[in-house]
């Protein structure tokens, strides 16, 4: 039984409340206290109806803990148990693989969250997938309509807004563009740029379908959350596994990139660029396909200049809802180390004297960050700040608007058509596996089934 304490002090009536527990590791007893004050304006009644619901919520909670800290086997809902998988995930891997794990496991919740672990079973999880399938949702946008105009009249940079923010670039940028942005990411920036909301933005609403990546993504969510249950014997089998519910059917998209033409006006007007940061952070990613969360978490340390190769042991990215962090790159074969081309390694040569007379001038401001890229006050580099270089060079060129990404895929997409051994690419690219690279790279693997055709028609003509 729960102990509690009525204590009167100048702040007014509050109550002690305690709870001993027995942890089952040390055999002795614990004792978690909480105090509680009841809400202003209720009647002694009320307020005592109000305690005893606190102190038996309280005590269960208590109890449930310690049941879960000793190891026994109780009766979780699903929603409990996903707090405590996320809580794992959250330490043991990458900020923007959390977030996203984070979003599919609250729309899980919000229809199977109640159901104990020991009650789900195929036929539950199945018709909450045919659901997700066919569910229909309303969502809220934003559209730009003085946004840009007041951040040009102004002289705001997406860049400075990403600072004293938690949004994304592609957000931003999205809304420089006029396209859809959410809602609550259009008032935090009328915040942040001290302006009212009807001013920047129109507001519209429309009704959607899950997009099947989204789809799939939620199942493969369930299924490693049901996954770690069952190696931690809360269940008996993944009742989200293949074994039990169909799969979800995913139609691959064509990736967006430049081909080798525009590739080419792209790489010459970079080499003419003035902005040496600019030339040498795009070019980097041009010529050697890393990603932009890996340039940005890029260190001296991690480039041999005598040996032409820079090795990639981090990333910083920018994650709805928390900000900028640095970790582990995406996964452990993105850890690689790739081989410059000559013009590269020429260039983050001249770079790098470029970069010790920046830090030289700097004086006391430089802070001591050893980020190849750095901002202009020599603090570490905003992701984002490559997706705006890019843009204004593009809008300049008259290249198509491609995502900073695209230049990844680009470096990708042109070696293989140059005929680079699929294991060379995969490995460069830091994939997992080279299945993982034809299935991303799918459409451009065509030419090698044209020349199958042909060899066979070879062979077989008369």
């Not at 949702?137 to 002289?155: H, L, P």
């Not at 740029?193 to 799939?216: N, Q, R």
């Amino acid at each position: 039984m729960a102990s509690v304490l009525k204590r009167d002090n100048k702040n007014g009536v509050s109550y002690r409340i305690q709870v001993f527990v027995r942890n089952a590791g040390t055999g002795k007893n614990e004792v978690k206290t909480v105090t509680w004050r009841p809400p202003q304006d209720v009647t002694e009644r009320e307020a005592k109806r109000l305690l005893d619901k606190f102190t038996v919520e309280f005590e269960e909670r208590c109890r449930k803990d310690a049941c879960i800290e000793n190891g026994i086997d109780v009766d979780l809902t699903l929603s409990e148990y996903s707090e405590i998988w996320l809580e794992s995930l959250k330490q043991n891997r990458s900020a923007s693989y959390y977030a996203s794990c984070r979003y599919h496991a609250n729309e899980i919740c919000k229809k199977l969250g109640g159901y104990k672990l020991r009650q789900l079973s195929p036929i539950i999880i199945q018709r909450f997938m045919d659901n997700v399938k066919n569910h229909k949702y309303t969502v809220g946008y934003a559209v730009a309509s003085g946004f840009a105009d007041i951040m040009k009249e102004r002289k705001i940079t997406l860049i400075s807004i990403c600072r004293t923010t938690k949004i994304s670039d592609s957000t931003l940028t999205n809304a420089m563009r006029g396209d859809r942005i959410d809602i609550e990411k259009a008032k935090q920036i009328c915040a942040a740029i001290d302006e009212p909301l009807e001013k920047c933005f129109e507001i519209s609403k429309v009704e959607k379908h899950y997009m099947p990546a989204t789809i799939g993504k939620i199942l493969r969510t369930l299924r490693t959350i049901l996954s770690t249950a069952k190696r931690q014997q809360l269940v008996e089998h993944n009742y989200a596994s293949g074994d039990y519910i169909r799969p979800v059917k995913m139609h691959r998209n064509k990736i967006v990139c430049l081909d080798e033409e525009q590739a080419r006006t792209l790489a010459g007007a970079l080499m003419d660029e003035p902005d040496i940061r600019v030339k040498t952070s795009l070019l980097l990613i041009l010529l050697t396909g890393i990603r932009r969360g890996e340039a940005a978490g890029l260190e001296w340390d991690d480039i041999d200049l005598d040996k032409g190769e820079i090795s990639v042991k981090r990333s910083c990215v920018s994650v709805a809802g928390i900000g900028v962090v640095t970790g582990n790159t995406k996964t452990n074969t993105s850890m690689r180390e790739i081989t410059m081309p000559d013009s590269l390694t020429a260039l983050v040569k001249d770079y790098r004297l470029w970069w010790e007379d920046r830090v030289k001038m700097l004086g006391d401001r430089y802070k001591g960050c050893q980020r190849v890229f750095l901002s202009d006050d020599g603090a570490r580099l905003h992701p984002c700040t490559f997706r705006y270089w890019l843009k204004k060079i593009t809008q300049r060129l008259g290249l198509p608007d491609v995502h900073i990404h695209s230049l990844r895929h680009t470096n990708i997409t042109l070696q293989i058509l140059a005929g680079i051994p699929l294991k060379t690419v995969s490995v460069r690219a830091g994939h997992s596996t080279t299945k993982l690279t034809v299935d991303t790279y799918w459409q451009y693997f065509k030419e090698e089934d044209k020349e199958a055709a042909r060899t066979l028609d070879s062979i077989f003509k008369r």
